[in-house]
Each structure stands twice: as C-alpha cells, then as structure tokens.
C-alpha cells in the first residue's frame, strides 16, 4: 500500500495570520501520525510566511515517522537541511509572490546547481527528492543528477477544468512515473490531491507515497484532523 505522508504547513498558516502560538503544527503532525499518518511534510520558505525554524526544530525531535523537508536549492536553505538533519529532502522552486508552488523545479535549467545541492545534502546524509513536473526528461535529469526520489506535480491533473484536460494530464502523470520506475527512482506525487480527484491515482501501484496538505488541513478544521487523516487514508488504501 502507498503511504500517505501530511503536509502541516497551513496549520502554521493560521497560526501566522494572527502572530500567535495556536494552532501548532507540531501539534497537528503529531496527531496526523496518531491517526496513520507515514510521514510529515512542511516546507520551510526563504520569506518563512508560516513554518519557522522553531517548527522544524521540534518536529526533527518529535515526529515518530518521517520528517520530509521541502525547501529551496539555495546555499542558506542547505545549511538548515544539514543542521535539522530530516529524514528526507524534498528540492522545490519557490518564488516570494506566489500562492502556493506553481510547478515543478527546471531541473533541466539548473542542473548544474541542483547537482550541488544534492551533492553536500548526500554528503551529509539525507536522502533528497526532486519535485518535478510529469515530463520524462525532467525525470532523467532526476536520475542524472543521482536524486534518490522524485515526487511527481499533479498540481495541473488536479487543476483541471474539463475531462479531456484531466485525461490528458493523468496520462502524463502514468508516463512519468512509469519512466521513474523503470529508471529505479522512488516516487512520490503531490500538490492539488483532495478527497475526490486520489480516485484517479490511486491504481497507479509505482506510487509509493503521496504527499497531501491543503485538503486534509481544511478538511480537519470541520471535523477533527485525526478523522481527516483516517479518511485520506482510507481512500488512498482503496
């Protein structure tokens, strides 16, 4: 069965919008692994709008299972990695005006700078991840670079508006997680999978573990975050 591995980030996202202590990620990561979680995400952002350092300092000394941290390829986010010591690294692109992340890391573009990353977080190490958008030469850079884990975007499978379009990007997702497991890459997916769209992806058995945030986190403010995981999981497990 694939794990399901819980982002906390927006529960430090309230937290953030008053400046105040409550609600706790830490608190939630905790309870996420209570109710079967396999794993924690957070990703710590250079402008640090909702997880700090102090989260991922207590979560590397609390969390039972996995800590995956998701962060910048920069020299001053690799010092954090190779201080905190998380279990795996999760290489992400971040840009200070968006949202939420928008895509997949160019690995193809900066190959040379992420080879460097890799090369000082496995010499310290970690494991890291590459999260990349669902193109095969996206997925042998990955390999090229000697990531050990790639976590497949399914933020425009998640996003899209019509059947066709949903069809098409579901397509892209299967080729390149197949090429991953030809390639011998381990393979996450995340970004956008909610409680109705992992009915398309949850067949697709290369799938090792999926990475889901938002809609668990706005679905435990309504009913509780241990009954949010349970239900995640239950789903995903088919």
Do not use: N, Q, W, Y
């Given at each position: 069965m694939p794990k399901v591995a819980i982002n906390v980030d927006h529960v430090a996202t309230v937290r953030q919008a008053r400046l105040a202590a409550?609600?706790?990620?830490?608190?939630?990561?905790?309870?996420?692994?209570l109710a079967g979680a396999q794993g924690i995400v957070t990703h710590l952002r250079e402008d640090r709008r909702h997880i700090q350092d102090r989260d991922v300092e207590i979560l590397r000394q609390t969390v039972k299972t996995r800590l995956n941290l998701e962060m910048a390829a920069t020299p001053e986010m690799v010092e954090v990695a190779l201080r905190i010591k998380p279990d795996l690294v999760t290489l992400v692109p971040e840009k200070r005006q968006e949202l939420t992340t928008e895509g997949g890391l160019d690995v193809i573009t900066h190959?040379?700078?992420?080879?460097?990353?890799?090369?000082v977080l496995h010499d310290g190490g970690i494991l890291v991840s590459l999260f990349i958008n669902p193109e095969p030469a996206h997925v042998e850079t990955a390999l090229r670079v000697e990531a050990d884990f790639?976590?497949?975007?399914?933020?425009?499978?998640?996003?899209?508006?019509?059947?066709?379009?949903?069809?098409?990007?579901?397509?892209r997702i299967l080729a390149a997680v197949r090429l991953a497991s030809e390639l011998k890459l381990g393979i996450h997916a995340g970004h956008g999978i909610d409680y109705r769209n992992i009915l398309w992806l949850r067949h697709i058995t290369e799938i090792e573990e999926y990475s889901i945030g938002h809609a668990v986190i706005a679905?435990?403010?309504?009913?509780?975050?241990?009954?949010?995981?349970?239900e995640m999981i239950d789903l995903v497990n088919g």
């Open positions: 409550e609600p706790d990620p830490v608190t939630a990561a905790a309870l996420a692994e190959e040379k700078a992420i080879a460097e990353s890799l090369r790639v976590e497949i975007h399914t933020g425009s499978f998640a996003e899209a508006k019509t059947l066709s379009r949903r069809l098409e990007e579901h397509d679905r435990a403010v309504l009913v509780g975050m241990e009954r949010a995981v349970r």
